[in-house]
Every structure is written in C-alpha cells, then in structure tokens.
C-alpha cells in the first residue's frame, strides 16, 4: 500500500526519498499513460456496481461480456481523417483501445448482468443471487 508510511522516530531520510521514487518508476500508471480504464466499484445490498469512464465512446465500440468467472469490458475505437490544402495531402488514423477483466465474486448472478452508456459512463449492475442478499432475522421473545 503506498498510502501508508512506516513510523520513523527520527524523521525521514534521504534513502526513504529515493525508494519512493525508485517505487513510483514501476508504477502501472505511470507506463500507461492513462490509457488504462478507470472504474469504480461499490457493493449495495442486492448487487455491485461498475461504473467505467469510456469519454469519446459510443456504445456501438463497447464490448461487455462474462466467461467463466471473468467480466470483460473492452472498446475499440478507430478516427480516419482526410485533409487536402495547397497541393498537400495528409491522412491520419488515430485508434484507441481499452480492456479490462475483473474476477466476479461467487455470488453473483452471471445471467442478469446490466448495462447502460450514458454520457461516456458504462454502468453495469451486478446482482447478487437471492441467497447472498441480506435477509433481516427476526429476535423472537422465549
């Protein structure tokens, strides 16, 4: 865990510095130059939701599916552009591409994931199955 910092009594030193830096080198986000698909996770009391940012996607470029006990979510996106001036011709092809998979939990019901897109946020709704769901006990009198 980067956030935490082991208690020094005397304070931090020169070498405490260079391994943060040395550490932040291989940092994953750091090579990926923020091309790696941000999500949140949150666990409510019948499902989990996954919200991922997909900005300049539309929903035709999205691909969600479930194998197994893997959730992929991937987009594939391809720009071509076509610019004629002053005897000059240039053609660019910009594409880009994200993929992520996530290991779902046991209690989850593979066959009821949701999806919805909307204004470049992905929202998948994860249910649970009924036996996960929390279930209030009654405390009877004796």
Known sequence: MRSLIKYRPYGLSVFDDMDRVFRSLFDEDFYSNGSRLKVDVREEDASYV???ELPGVSEND???KVEDDLLHISTKKEEKKEQKSEGYLLKERKSSSYHRSFVLPKE????????NFANGLLTL???KVEAAK???IEVKKA
Request: aromatic share 0%; charged share 35%; net charge negative.
């Open 62 to 64: 999205i691909d969600v």
């Open 108 to 115: 989850v019901d593979r066959g009821k994931i949701d999806a």
């Open 50 to 52: 996954l919200e991922a």
């Open 125 to 127: 709704s994860i249910p």
């Open 134 to 136: 929390p279930r209030q």
